[in-house]
């Protein structure tokens, strides 16, 4: 294929992996748009392409880094429409691969916004670099590229160079020749180094995307533990619940059992009752002892079960006691302080406010906490809870936060029962700690059945 040297061909590199499997022309690629020619090494894949385009000195100039979608048959799908040549148009500075800084359209820097989910980041490590791979590819000249360079260009050159010698050879002051140097090469530096900078923020920016994919991806593995753990913890419900429904049966049947023992124990009771008039007296003899054992044993027992109620019961009517007596004293307590509250103190508060005097405590997790004069009243009756609903989460939770936060070690129990009791990184706030797992060790954490049985 031939072409002036003003011109520049287009061409498409695709890949498998972090190597080109296959250099195609631009026309090429337009037939494979078409329908014409199918790829069924791509069948039913996703795979990443480059269009560039090429100078007369098989320098690229310009590339895009596109993804195609292939169906079954090795076509690509018909939906595909990624304007290439307006990308490569509008494109921002990229590294220099021999022609100066290319224009370059990539995920991290895509001058058309929508098109960015069409478009990914080229490899910039050491050993699979995609910029490497494509400058030797071009180098290598494996698609046949021909360029045919005008005789008036050549000609204008060469003219150009004999003035340039002419006018070296009447440069006789060397200062001036020095300074000419000095600015060509100072200008030369500032150009390599500009474009340095600019493929380092690139490669900043291919860094950033691919750590962020990174971090969604542990986040999706942490979503899972938990709906694992979740899951877990319903199927122990579903179990216990069906171990309660099987335990009453079992009573259900123990108490129809009992009921049967009392029929026959009383069939036999009468039983011996009608043979007693037909025996001798050595028979009632033994039936009055049988008897009377009877009865001192059912005594005996009912007068344990008697004295064990007894003990069940004042325990109960202390209990109630106590239980009246403190809310007696609560009810006071709670009068008292609004009592207090009415005779002056919600006057010295609002005087304070209004003053601009302002409440604050300090709690592990939330900080200083500014207390506002409506809240006072409900910090003052539970500051744990209110501490917690300040972090947004439940108080039970802040709770085993602050144990944590306090004493950072693992809670875990061996297979004897004993504590692990090993150091753990300190979480800092309640809202990023989870029961169970903050407060275990790597050991611990693997086994969440424990856990589960642990919780209830």
């Not at 590199?13 to 090494?41: C, H, K, N, T, W």
Request: proline content about 3%; glycine content about 4%.
């Amino acid at each position: 294929m031939q072409t002036q040297s003003s011109e520049q061909l287009e061409a498409v590199f695709l890949f498998d992996g972090d190597q080109i499997s296959r250099e195609m022309l631009y026309s090429e690629f337009e037939a494979i748009l078409d329908g014409f020619i199918p790829v069924p090494d791509y069948a039913g894949r996703l795979a990443k392409a480059v269009y560039v385009r090429i100078n007369s000195r098989l320098c690229i100039t310009a590339a895009v880094f596109f993804v195609l979608e292939f169906d079954a048959r090795g076509m690509i799908d018909r939906r595909w429409n990624v304007p290439l040549q307006q990308l490569a148009e509008a494109a921002a500075r990229g590294p220099d691969l021999g022609a100066g800084t290319i224009r370059l359209a990539c995920f991290s820097q895509c001058p058309i916004e929508w098109q960015r989910k069409n478009l990914w980041d080229p490899q910039m490590q050491p050993g699979c670099n995609s910029f490497v791979l494509m400058r030797k590819a071009v180098k290598s000249n494996r698609l046949g590229l021909i360029f045919k360079t005008a005789a008036a260009d050549k000609a204008a050159a060469l003219e150009a160079e004999q003035r340039a010698q002419e006018q070296r050879r009447e440069q006789k002051i060397q200062e001036k020749i020095q300074q000419k140097l000095h600015q060509h090469y100072s200008q030369e530096l500032r150009d390599r180094l500009a474009h340095v900078i600019k493929e380092q923020r690139l490669r900043i920016a291919t860094l950033e995307n691919q750590q962020k994919l990174r971090i969604q991806g542990i986040q999706q593995e942490h979503q899972k533990r938990l709906q694992s753990y979740q899951q877990e913890l319903l199927e122990l419900q579903k179990t216990r619940q069906e171990l309660d429904e099987r335990n009453r049966t079992l009573k259900e049947d123990l108490d129809v059992q009992l009921q049967k023992l009392e029929g026959v124990r009383e069939y036999f009771s009468h039983k011996l009752k009608a043979a007693q008039m037909d025996e001798n007296s050595q028979i009632q003899a033994m039936q009055d002892h049988f008897a009377l054992e009877m009865e001192t044993r059912l005594k005996t027992v009912t007068a344990e079960l008697q004295e064990k109620l007894d003990m069940r019961e004042v325990e109960l009517f202390y209990r109630h006691e106590q239980e009246k007596n403190l809310r007696d004293e609560i009810t006071h307590l709670r009068r008292e302080n609004q009592a207090l509250l009415n005779n002056g103190s919600d006057q010295l508060l609002a005087r304070l406010a209004r003053a601009g005097i302002n409440f604050v405590a300090f709690h592990p997790g939330a900080g200083n906490i500014a207390i506002p004069l409506d809240d006072m009243s409900r910090y003052l009756d539970n500051p744990q809870a209110y501490v917690a609903a300040k972090c947004g989460v439940t108080e039970t939770l802040y709770a085993a936060w602050l144990a944590h936060y306090q004493t950072p070690r693992c809670n875990g129990t061996d297979h004897r029962g004993q504590i692990c009791n090993k150091p753990l990184a300190r979480v800092a706030t309640p809202s990023e700690f989870h029961e169970g797992e903050s407060d275990r060790c790597d050991q611990h954490q693997a086994l969440p059945h424990q856990l589960v049985a642990e919780r209830r």
